[in-house]
């Protein structure tokens, strides 16, 4: 009797795609395109002291928080929910 062995070859590994992230710029392009997208805008603002005292004495602004980025954006988002609490424009179209 003749032994037979079927000798099975190993599964084909996949290759996993590593997405290039391209330079810089069109990092940046890809984040601007994606927040326009979602009808954002990113803007970057230099307050004067007066402005974040004005925070504070409105409490939106902790005073252990004055030095924190993050806190002082959710303030000046509180602030502007406060003032104009709508997504609109002023002819009513949403803003883009």
Do not use: Y
């Amino acid at each position: 009797m003749t032994e037979v062995t079927i000798a099975a070859t190993p599964p084909k590994k996949r290759r996993r795609r590593r997405r290039d992230p391209g330079s810089r710029a069109a990092l940046s392009m890809r984040l601007s395109r994606a927040r326009k997208a979602r009808g954002l805008l990113c803007i970057q603002i230099e307050l004067r002291q007066g402005e974040v005292e004005g925070l504070l004495r409105r409490g939106l602004l902790a005073p252990e928080r004055v030095r924190d980025r993050l806190a002082i954006r959710r303030a000046v988002h509180e602030l502007f929910d406060l003032v104009q609490p709508f997504t609109r424009t002023a002819n009513g179209r949403p803003w883009r």
